[in-house]
């Protein structure tokens, strides 16, 4: 117990304990951070998520009692802040991981892969092993990041099935097994929704829809001019932020007057860092419309 009369005589307590605090919270956030920004969970995440809570269960034991230095007096309670402390200490990751997880999975995309290598492999702590199973998979958007699994899982696929994975679009080196054996059907509704999760750096054809339009009286120049703009939406799934409209055969006031909230217009979606849309025809034929009502690789299409 020195440790709490130390900082209780100290002249700086109020600094010690804010300084312990803010060292809790950025052990706990490194986590998330790292995950957030592009990260993924392997043995030496796991080794650093168990030492954070370690230093978080160290770093409350000695900010609970030294809080709650006028009851420091009574052994009773002595006795139960160390138990107070570690309970605080081990639910406080708990929050911190369950936002991490809603932000990670709130955007996310199925994809149909193919199992390359299955692994089992044994983690070793300092005082436990933890078996782990992962895949390794045919996948452009995990790149070469493993799929974690559970035994039952591992167990039921073998190298060379084909598997549908659930990917995060927030971090795209996570994701997770959604079907095992998919059916063709399962299969087929996967590749048309493929454009929820366009390769890096690729453009597509495809159609969009009108959602909403406007004209905003451009004050700037020195004569007044309307320009004409029209929000799109891609597959359900993505909303653009207005854009000009520009007529290529008629005015674009004629060419904004032509469209109707609802009406399918034909765009070149590019994914690298940011996704870009140009609108190639506000106005595509029915024949374009079928052609690009699933989404076509650019370079496939020049084939």
Known sequence: MDIFDTIEKSQHKTLIISLLVFLVLIVNLIEPLYLLRGGYYNEWLWIFSGCSQAVTGACVIVIVPSVCSEKKHSWIILLCLPLIALTIAWCLPIPISMITTKILWSKNFDEVTVVRIKKENEWKYSHSTEHVYYLYVTSKTVCDHPVYVTKETFERINENDTIIINVSDINRNISRVKKTHPSIQDIEKC????????????????????????????????????????????????????IRVRGILKSDREEYESLSVGAPVMIKLTEGKTKTVDVLDWQPTPADIEKYKTPVRLIEKNR
Do not use: G, P, W
Not at 204 to 213: F, G, P
């Open 191 to 242: 590749e048309n929704d493929r454009s929820s999760y366009i390769d890096e750096n690729k453009s597509y054809l495809m159609i969009a829809t009108v959602i909403s339009k406007k004209s905003v009286d451009d004050n700037k120049q020195r004569k007044h001019s309307i320009i004409y703009y029209a929000k799109l939406r891609i597959n359900d799934k993505m909303e653009t932020s207005f």
